[in-house]
């Protein structure tokens, strides 16, 4: 079936430093893909909508010039956090969603838990 | 705005348990539910969905039926294996564009 690669799944990182996160569709195209974060114990919060060629779409208080998204190609979108602090260790999870009509589904990845020191 | 609360975990079962988790949502409109499982180490799968009220999704063995008169969803199997330890996650998308609001997810743990 359809998966979803994203890497890494563990980084360790100093304050300061940006760290980017890869989300790549391996087996279809995905126009759009979103990026999510979710703090222990609580909720994935969905953080921006992905469209390939384009901007990204920011969910209401998701800093748009710390999170960067780019989706370059149909098969990868990477969310880069900038300047990373404490506040923004995390664990965040990509989806794609393969659009085909009865087909269209949407597929997650494995997440990656950042951890800022 | 729309929401999705689930129980808290975990939850410790012994094999051939019944397992419920209970999920209950709050949204404008007819939104579809989603429950989703994350087994360690991987990404999420979707387990079961239901797209209008009093749909049951069901899926190796997991069922969960749309009340919208209750506004839940809860999950429901007769008898968990060892295998079914994972996270679970209660979804809705209230629009049908991929954007899925979710629950806090429950963990699940079943001994031998």
């Known amino acids: 079936g359809a998966v979803v690669s994203q890497h890494p799944s563990r980084v360790i990182c100093k304050s300061g430093t940006s760290v980017k996160i890869e989300c790549r569709s391996l087996d279809f195209q995905a126009t759009t893909m979103f990026w999510y974060r979710q703090f222990p114990k609580q909720s994935l919060m969905l953080m921006a909508t992905?469209?390939?060629?384009?901007?990204?779409?920011?969910e209401q208080g998701v800093e748009k010039d710390k999170f960067l998204i780019n989706h370059a190609s149909l098969t990868l979108s990477t969310l880069t956090v900038t300047s990373a602090h404490p506040e923004d260790s995390s664990f965040y999870i990509c989806?794609?969603?393969?659009?085909?009509?009865?087909?269209?589904?949407?597929?997650f990845g494995s997440g990656t838990q950042l951890s800022v020191l | 705005g729309d929401s999705v609360t689930q129980m808290e975990g975990p939850v410790t079962l012994s094999e051939e348990a019944f397992l419920t988790i209970n999920c209950t949502y709050t949204a404008t409109g007819y939104p579809s539910l989603f429950w989703y499982v994350q087994y360690p180490g991987e990404g999420l799968q979707l387990l079961l969905k239901?797209?209008?009220?009093?749909d049951k999704g069901s899926n190796k063995g997991f069922e969960a039926t749309y009340r919208k008169e209750t506004t839940s969803f809860h999950l429901e199997k007769g008898s968990v294996q060892v295998s079914d330890s994972a996270v679970y996650f209660c979804?809705?998308?209230?629009?049908?564009?991929?954007?899925?609001?979710f629950g806090q997810g429950t963990t699940l743990q079943v001994k031998p």
């Open positions: 989806s794609a969603l393969s659009q085909g009509g009865a087909n269209e589904k949407l597929f």
């Open positions: 979804a809705l998308n209230p629009s049908n564009t991929g954007k899925l609001i």
């Open positions: 992905s469209n390939e060629g384009s901007k990204a779409t920011y």
């Open positions: 239901a797209t209008k009220a009093d």
